[in-house]
């Protein structure tokens, strides 16, 4: 079984600053890691994902992660925030042993990020 | 194109009575996917289809949950003899079998009186 933790529940920001959303997990298989985006009364929309590869995914809107194996950590970044980045952001795990789509995902309770001008 | 799209965008009712939610996912997408999101939690996985069958249904949390997708495409969720704490905003998400990447609806918040 997997498990998704995200240790901050609420980060104010002032815009122009930099931001780190932390996101650590718990699995006893390899994983697939992904962070979605859920935009006030909008739908969650897919920031970036790691499969493989390099540790470092970069994703939309400047954000990028950077996965850990030690750590079991995939933590997201921004150099420098907006306004409009203002939102609810949530760490996501699926079993990766499958491959494809048949890996349903395992959220984290989510970080409200909110930009200050 | 067109995302995935979920009917109704809000459902209220009360306690015992039957409710039927929809989702359509895009077109072409062979898995489907439901997540339950209650306040301030993320999203709880509740079953996944692969065409017409449901691949995984470990989620429901007990018998009064029941979700089909006779055609493969369109599916709906069916929660019998409802409760108050059934209240939560229902999630659908679709994904072409070969991609991680799932795509999800606006979602309908239930609310059970």
């Known amino acids: 079984a997997q498990s998704v933790t995200q240790l901050d529940s609420q980060v104010p920001v002032f815009e122009e600053a930099p931001v780190e959303l932390r996101c650590n997990y718990s699995?006893?298989?390899?994983?697939?890691l992904f962070w979605y985006v859920q935009y006030p009364n909008q739908g969650l929309q897919l920031l970036l994902k790691y499969l493989s590869g390099s540790t470092l995914v970069k994703g939309i809107n400047g954000f990028e992660a950077e996965f850990n194996k030690s750590q079991t950590s995939f933590h997201l970044r921004k150099p420098s925030v907006h306004i409009s980045d203002t939102a609810e952001y949530f760490c996501a795990v699926s079993d990766s042993r499958y491959g494809g789509s048949q890996g349903n995902l395992i959220f984290g309770k989510g970080t409200k990020l909110s930009v200050k001008p | 194109g067109a995302g995935v799209s979920q009917t109704p965008s809000n459902k209220v009712t009360e306690k015992g009575k039957y409710v039927e939610l929809r989702c359509d996912p895009i077109s072409g997408h062979t898995a489907l996917y439901w997540y339950r999101q209650s306040l301030g939690q993320g999203p709880e996985f509740l079953i996944y289809?692969?065409?017409?069958?449901?691949?995984?249904d470990s989620g429901l949390p007990n018998d009064r949950f029941f979700a089909v997708r006779p055609e493969g495409s369109v599916s709906t969720l069916k929660i019998q003899r409802t409760e108050r704490g059934d209240s939560a905003v229902y999630l659908c998400a679709s994904s072409v079998r070969s991609s991680n990447e799932q795509f999800f609806g606006p979602g309908t918040r239930l609310t059970v009186l």
């Open positions: 699995s006893s298989v390899s994983v697939y």
């Open positions: 289809f692969q065409g017409t069958g449901a691949a995984d």
